[in-house]
């Protein structure tokens, strides 16, 4: 299993109230399979990712990433896995808005490789989301769509073996949503896990298998290979 979740439960305090994200959630995932959550708002989808990336920890219960222990790995043991196994596309983008789009995929790996790889590498990504043409835009002045796309292609620079998408396909319209689940397709074909999480119930046709999140609880609604939805 490259994920196993077992009975995580998060919760975030502030002042006198207390927000349970996440209450005991159970997840098996194996290496190369596609997981697709969708959920209301708030429902704790997002909360999910992170503490899958490491980016928060659980309060409570069993967490493992490929080979690191979520719960217990320190920041350096979990950020140096993230840098090498992860790709995360974030819901709000993320990027650096003093970088044009070139630099902004450039960047996970700029302390770690040769400038021209790593440009070159960067420069066949933004193709690949077809933005070509603009690539040394800086974000504010680009569309949301592609500001999304940028934010794919800087998820996929590091080559990782795990890609979590938050709402990637947000802001794009049909056409463009297409192109980004057949980017993902092709992705996971070599060999990428991919949990994505969505709002949107038409991607749940996309995917080995769905899980709902609904006020923290987690549950499967359906696995494709099994013809069960
Ligand atoms: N850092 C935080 N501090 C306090 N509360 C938080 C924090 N992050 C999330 N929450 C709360 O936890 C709950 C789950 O949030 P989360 O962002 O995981 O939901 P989501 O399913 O991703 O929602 P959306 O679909 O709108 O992105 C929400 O009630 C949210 O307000
Ligand atoms: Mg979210």
Redesign the pocket.
Known sequence: MYIQLHDISKK?S?GSET?H?ITHANLLLDQGKWLTIT??????????L?CIAGLERADSGKAKVGNIDMMTANQEEIRKFRRNHIGYIF?DFQLFEQFDLLTNVMIPLLPFEKKEIIEAKARQLLHLVQLTDRIHHKPRLVSGGEKQRAAIARALISEPNLLLC??PTGNLDIENRDRVMNILKDIQQQGVTIVL?T?DIELSKHGDCVFE?RD?KLREIGMHENNRI
Do not use: I
Request: aromatic share 4%; no cysteine; glycine share 18%.
């Open positions: 975030y502030s927000v994200a959920g209301p708002s708030g429902s704790g989808k997002t909360t999910l992170r819901q938050d709402e999480v709002h999140m923290g």
